[in-house]
């Protein structure tokens, strides 16, 4: 492989939204809930951990929902390089794995494309979107701020991937230093 060629696998790190403030009268519009402040401080903490165990990002693909963009600009910020966070409409509530996948091989397309990309979204899509890529049937559960990495072929990244390690938010944060 030549160095311009870039890697030829994607480490793809699902991450589902921080804790929100509960659907109901103060916001009808489910698409503009924000992160509580525990759900702030919470995932900071969480980020903390994934910085302590050397996660780096090239980019962070978010979902244009309050919450998930507030969770994306968290890990973003408490990453270190920080990396480019861009939204990306099929990872709003309700989109398909299908047009996750294509997001994901559009910003990873090119020998210099990123091949370290955090995806932050909603439950049951991000289950769906990992089943999918481990090649499993049904949906696998993600917690509020619970994040996983899974690797697949950047020629493939619709996979079957490879699941490296899965953490919950608490996992997380205990690992923060």
Do not use: N
């Amino acid at each position: 492989m030549s160095p311009a060629a870039g890697p030829t696998s994607l480490e793809l790190y699902l991450v589902r939204h921080a804790v929100a403030a509960e659907r109901g009268p103060d916001y009808p519009d489910d698409a503009l809930r924000p992160l509580t402040d525990d759900g702030v401080e919470r995932f900071r903490r969480a980020v903390s951990g994934l910085r302590d165990l050397g996660v780096q990002l090239d980019l962070v693909l978010t979902s244009p929902y309050v919450r998930a963009h507030e969770t994306a600009e968290l890990l973003a910020v408490g990453l270190r390089p920080r990396p480019k966070l861009v939204v990306v409409d099929a990872l709003a509530a309700g989109e398909t794995p299908a047009g996750v996948i294509a997001a994901v091989a559009q910003h990873s397309a090119t020998g210099r494309g990123a091949s370290r990309i955090a995806l932050v979204g909603h439950e049951p899509d991000l289950g769906e979107l990992a089943a999918r890529l481990l090649g499993a049937k049904g949906r696998i559960e993600f917690k509020k701020g619970a994040v996983c990495r899974i690797d697949v072929d950047r020629a493939m990244p619709s996979g079957p991937g490879t699941l490296r390690w899965f953490l919950t938010p608490r996992i997380l944060r205990d690992l923060s230093s």
